[in-house]
């Protein structure tokens, strides 16, 4: 049986990052997830496309785009642009850096997906974009059979 999977492209719009966390959202329900999982789901989408937007494409609207794909019990998701890239991701992905000093951005954004999600790797190429890729275990609620 193949894996179900989804792909989903808009602009590096503020107005976009509700609708991504939401259909990724939607798209875990495939594994019968509890609220906190769902709720870790969309935190950590919200987080990296939130990235995407304000970090990647700073001056400019660029395209966003997740691919998510469920295998077995485990949600797999890539959330990628192709904005400017990272120079330094062993420093980007510490708690509390920020290349907005002086704003109301905490730096928190890498250590949140870390924190919620079982596992992060983030790739960046300067000048070509950065990808973001998480994974989550589902455990699932048990149900029951009727005899």
Not at 8 to 20: I, K, V, Y
Not at 50 to 70: A, K, L, Q, R, W
Not at 79 to 86: L, P, R
């Amino acid at each position: 049986m193949e894996n179900n999977k989804m792909k989903l492209q808009f602009l590096s719009l503020s107005e976009n990052e509700s609708f991504a966390r939401s259909t990724v959202g939607c798209f875990a329900l495939g594994l019968n997830p509890n609220l906190a999982d769902i709720s870790d789901i969309k935190t950590a989408v919200s987080e990296a496309v939130t990235n995407c937007i304000v970090h990647g494409y700073p001056n400019e609207v660029g395209n966003i785009t997740i691919e998510s794909e469920i295998r077995g019990n485990e949600l797999h998701i890539n959330i990628s642009d192709e904005g400017v890239g990272i120079d330094d991701i062993e420093r980007a992905v510490q708690p509390f850096f920020t290349t907005f000093e002086g704003s109301e951005r905490s730096g928190m954004g890498f250590t949140i997906m870390q924190s919620f999600m079982d596992d992060v790797k983030v790739t960046s190429e300067k000048g070509k974009g950065t990808s973001v890729y998480m994974m989550k275990k589902i455990v699932g609620e048990l149900k029951e059979e009727n005899a």
